[in-house]
Structure formats: C-alpha cells, structure tokens
C-alpha cells in the first residue's frame, strides 16, 4: 500500500492538478442540489496517469456524519481523513469574511484510485 501512494504523489506531480481540481469542485457544486454533501469517487489508474478526469465512477453519496456507511466504502482511516477535510474547510471558511454554521453546509468531492485518496473539490 506504501508503494501506491509513493505511485499516486509521482502521478500527482505530473499532472494537471488544477484542471483536476476544477472537476471536483464542479462535482461539489453539482451535489449542493442534492440530499448529501459528501460524493465520493473513483477513477482507474490509468485515466488518472492520462488526465482522463472526466472517467471517473460514482461510489457513494452520504449526509456529513454518516462514518458508518461511509466504512462500507473507504477505509476507517480515510474515513477520519474526510472527517479533517471538513473540520480544516469550516475552520478556513470562518476564518474567512464568510462564515457558516455547520458541516452541512461544505459539499466535498473525494476522488480515491486503487483505495488510496488522490485529490478533493470543496465547496459551501
């Protein structure tokens, strides 16, 4: 599994994280009409080595603080890795001039290859 993440952070380095980026936030912002704010998805290694982020599957969509469904299709530890991303996004967006009130309201896109976590889209 080291040696995954070791492959993912090369590929990362090589790619075009930003046009990356751009997709999972357009994939937040798509699930802000939704019944969840949580989407994550999956893509193989190869489209992720050929910047084919547009092929990527759909695994899960899930309400913020449903860690036991979420078990089902991630790992615990990449589990308690979502549930940071949205502690450091409330955290960034109140530190902002904009401030929320809850988790519910930070959409998140997680993109995982091969189970290992690769990039992510938020939004609120």
């Known amino acids: 599994m080291k040696n995954m993440i070791n492959n993912i952070q090369e590929i990362l380095e090589k790619i075009d994280t930003d046009t990356l980026g751009e ?3 357009n994939k937040s912002e798509e699930i802000k009409h939704s019944d969840s704010n ?4 999956k893509i193989e290694l190869e489209d992720l080595l050929n ?8 695994v899960v969509s899930i309400n913020y603080g449903d860690w036991n469904s979420l078990k089902n299709f991630i790992s615990e530890s990449e589990v ?5 991303i949205f ?3 409330l955290e ?7 401030s929320i009130g809850d ?4 959409y998140i896109s997680a993109l995982y290859c091969n189970e290992e976590f690769v990039w992510e889209g938020t939004t609120f």
Do not use: M, R
């Open 103 to 106: 988790y519910s309201q930070i």
């Open 92 to 98: 960034e967006i109140n530190e902002s001039d904009d």
């Open 23 to 25: 997709i999972l936030l």
């Open 38 to 41: 949580l989407i994550v998805l």
């Open 87 to 89: 502690e450091e996004s």
């Open 51 to 58: 910047e084919n982020f547009h092929n990527t599957e759909h």
């Open 80 to 84: 308690e890795n979502i549930k940071n």
